[in-house]
């Protein structure tokens, strides 16, 4: 083949193979607006973000040596006057090693609100928002929370149905039924994502609060097991869609595809969970805001510190070369 016969080959191929990647990218945009408004047309009643609630800012640390910690602050009262987080919790990720750890927070722990004084820890929402729960946090725990995420309850049933649509099976100890809308009978159960919200919302258990704490870790434990598979990368512009008017969060996108590509793609291992207080480490007191949970704050920090703690010694070579270990996320 002559020198211009190859060159002209070349120059063929070379705009062959650019107008296929045009096309290829042209195809995945128009399948990720497609799926993300899908996503969209599914959660037309989440108003989270647009209920024009203002909140003192959120003043997180930066992460340091690529652990996370996000606030979750559940509740579907937001708006009201007097709103308290109907639950909290520390979602916890570690990079190198892709553990996902999820501690809960009893809302009557008694604990001291800066500015407040003594309240239980889900007035701290009601005071300041999310940042006076930082603070909170902070001053009683001494943990470090560097980003958080509001979930309007409303939405949880339909984030379940799409990350996973064939349901999450339970093993449910009695009846349930007071207040949460329907009837869930005893035994071993595949919840839809309303049938999940009823479950993990249900006030009237035998074990008070405790019992609700471990159904909501249940559940998000296992939702997470779902999360982390093909299914759910093919469909993630939908559940970006789905769940975006339920969340109002300060994670950047930067962060959000970090922690994403790590469950997807790196050994993610079973998420472990913590509640705060630990067995034996409370009493039950009624004080001049009602029935609370009289903490050792020694003990739970301790069990705390000693929860979040990598399960495998990390080394350098577990990080970037060009990335300062204190700023690695």
């Given amino acids: 083949m002559k020198r211009r016969d190859r060159r002209k080959a070349k120059r063929k191929g070379l705009r062959n193979f650019f107008i296929l990647a045009?096309?290829?990218?042209?195809?995945?945009?128009?399948?990720?607006?497609?799926?993300?408004?899908?996503?969209?047309?599914?959660?037309?009643?989440?108003?989270?973000?647009?209920?024009?609630?203002?909140?003192?800012?959120?003043?997180?640390?930066?992460?340091?040596?690529?652990?996370?910690?996000?606030?979750?602050?559940?509740?579907?009262?937001?708006?009201?006057?007097?709103?308290?987080?109907d639950s909290l919790m520390i979602a916890h990720y570690n990079q190198m090693t892709n553990e996902v750890k999820l501690v809960s927070i009893m809302r009557d722990t008694?604990?001291?609100?800066?500015?407040?004084?003594?309240?239980k820890i889900n007035a701290a929402f009601a005071f300041g928002g999310p940042e006076l729960v930082r603070k909170t946090i902070k001053q009683n725990f001494d943990m470090d929370l560097h980003y958080y995420a509001m979930v309007d309850f409303s939405g949880f049933s339909k984030i379940?149905?799409?990350?996973?649509?064939?349901?999450?099976?339970?093993?449910?100890?009695?009846?349930?039924?007071?207040?949460?809308?329907?009837?869930?009978?005893?035994?071993?159960?595949?919840?839809?994502?309303?049938?999940?919200?009823?479950?993990?919302?249900?006030?009237?258990?035998?074990?008070?609060?405790?019992?609700?704490?471990?159904?909501?870790?249940?559940?998000?434990?296992?939702?997470?097991?779902?999360?982390?598979?093909?299914?759910?990368?093919?469909?993630?512009?939908?559940?970006?869609?789905?769940?975006?008017?339920?969340?109002?969060?300060?994670?950047?996108?930067?962060?959000?595809?970090?922690?994403?590509?790590?469950?997807?793609?790196?050994?993610?291992?079973?998420?472990e969970t913590l509640r705060i207080p630990i067995a034996s480490s409370y009493e039950d007191r009624r004080v001049n805001v009602g029935a609370v949970l009289d903490i050792d704050f020694e003990k739970n920090k301790q069990a705390l510190q000693e929860f979040l703690s990598p399960q495998k010694e990390i080394t350098s070579n577990d990080l970037d070369e060009d990335t300062p270990p204190e700023k690695k996320v």
């Fill in 22 to 85: 045009a096309f290829v990218i042209a195809i995945g945009s128009f399948y990720w607006g497609y799926q993300y408004n899908s996503g969209r047309t599914l959660a037309n009643d989440g108003l989270l973000k647009d209920d024009q609630t203002t909140f003192e800012p959120f003043e997180g640390e930066d992460p340091q040596f690529g652990e996370i910690n996000v606030l979750l602050l559940g509740s579907d009262s937001r708006g009201d006057e007097d709103a308290r987080s």
């Fill in 110 to 119: 008694y604990v001291d609100i800066p500015d407040h004084g003594k309240h």
């Fill in 160 to 271: 379940v149905d799409v990350i996973a649509p064939d349901g999450i099976e339970v093993e449910i100890p009695y009846t349930m039924s007071h207040g949460i809308g329907m009837t869930l009978e005893p035994g071993k159960q595949v919840l839809n994502g309303d049938q999940l919200l009823g479950y993990v919302r249900f006030r009237h258990d035998r074990l008070s609060d405790f019992g609700r704490v471990e159904r909501q870790q249940e559940a998000l434990t296992k939702l997470k097991d779902q999360a982390v598979s093909l299914h759910t990368l093919m469909n993630l512009p939908k559940i970006l869609g789905t769940v975006d008017p339920y969340i109002d969060t300060n994670v950047d996108h930067r962060t959000l595809l970090t922690i994403g590509k790590g469950l997807l793609l790196g050994e993610s291992k079973q998420m």
